[in-house]
């Protein structure tokens, strides 16, 4: 539902039943990248976008990577839940996206003209989408380009230009905090229904925007081989923490049961 992103990924689902007593919450620690070089691929975004659409955008390169068939154990759980393995690369973001809630895209470096900025599409640019139909942009949308043009719907879906195929060696891994309202404006004047979309228009979090990186890193590693560059970084990380006074006579008032606030207080924190 619009008001529980964090139940669009297995790692929400799981945080929420172990708050009710259903199991153990395995807590998994974030993984330390080392960077072994420089990134070739510097980002940026045009200030009017940082202000309002897009804040934070980081990335890693992986060089010398293989990209056949994913390994079992992760064909069997995109299976599991009706999507169907394509190759490493896509198998490892689609799997994060259901399992961490964190859409990513990858960009095959070698199909990438210099660096990556974010901007505002002034209106009319076209891109063939990575779902082989062609879009044209219209003013208030956000794009990423490249010095040959737009290379990406930004928040919604990648271009078929810049895409991973079985070829591919070196990849660009992107991570990215997108304004729901813009992204779901963007979604349905293209009528594009993906699930990047699906759960940036509906917000994730944003402090957890390197962190996904790092982990799809790790898992490209590990899988495909090759070495990861060091994070760039473009903008911060938003600050959408919010601070209210629990009142626990008001909660009991308006569920119409007697909570303890003893309950209350366990019960909001085991939510995190």
């Given at each position: 539902t619009?008001?529980r992103?964090d ?28 960077g072994g070089?420089p ?14 659409g897009?804040?934070l ?6 060089r010398?990577?293989?990209n ?8 069997d759980r995109?299976?599991a ?5 394509i190759?490493?690369?896509?198998d490892?973001?689609n799997?994060?996206t ?9 960009f095959d470096?070698d199909k990438?003209?210099?660096?990556l900025?974010v ?10 989408a ?20 737009v290379?990406s719907i930004?928040g919604?879906?990648?271009g ?20 729901p309202?813009?992204?779901a404006?963007t ?6 229904n ?10 994730v979090?944003?402090a ?7 982990i ?19 903008g911060a990380?938003?600050?959408h ?7 626990t ?15 209350q ?5 085991a939510?995190?």
């Amino acid at each position: 539902t619009p008001n529980r992103p964090d139940a669009l990924g297995v790692a929400g689902i799981a945080r929420d039943l172990a708050a009710r007593g259903v199991g153990t919450l395995k807590t998994t620690s974030s993984p330390a990248i080392k960077g072994g070089f420089p990134s070739s691929i510097a980002v940026s975004i045009d200030a009017d976008v940082q202000e309002k659409g897009c804040p934070l955008f980081c990335g890693r390169i992986v060089r010398g990577v293989k990209n056949g068939p994913s390994p079992k154990w992760l064909q069997d759980r995109l299976r599991a839940i009706g999507l169907r393995p394509i190759s490493t690369l896509v198998d490892i973001t689609n799997f994060l996206t259901y399992d961490r809630n964190r859409p990513l895209h990858v960009f095959d470096v070698d199909k990438v003209n210099g660096d990556l900025r974010v901007h505002w599409a002034k209106g009319g640019e076209s891109i063939t989408a990575l779902d082989d139909k062609t879009y044209t942009f219209e003013p208030g949308m956000m794009a990423i380009s490249d010095a040959n043009g737009v290379e990406s719907i930004a928040g919604v879906m990648g271009g078929l230009a810049t895409g991973c195929t079985a070829e591919t060696t070196t990849v660009f891994v992107e991570s990215a905090y997108w304004d729901p309202l813009i992204i779901a404006a963007t979604g349905r004047k293209l009528k594009i229904n993906s699930d990047a979309r699906y759960r940036f228009e509906r917000g994730v979090d944003p402090a957890f925007t390197p962190v996904g990186l790092d982990i799809a890193v790790q898992l490209i590693v590990e899988l495909c081989g090759g070495e990861a560059s060091d994070m760039v970084v473009a903008g911060a990380v938003p600050d959408h923490r919010r601070s209210y006074k629990l009142d626990t006579a008001r909660v009991s008032s308006l569920v119409g049961m007697d909570i303890p606030a003893a309950t209350q207080i366990a019960t909001l924190t085991a939510l995190g």
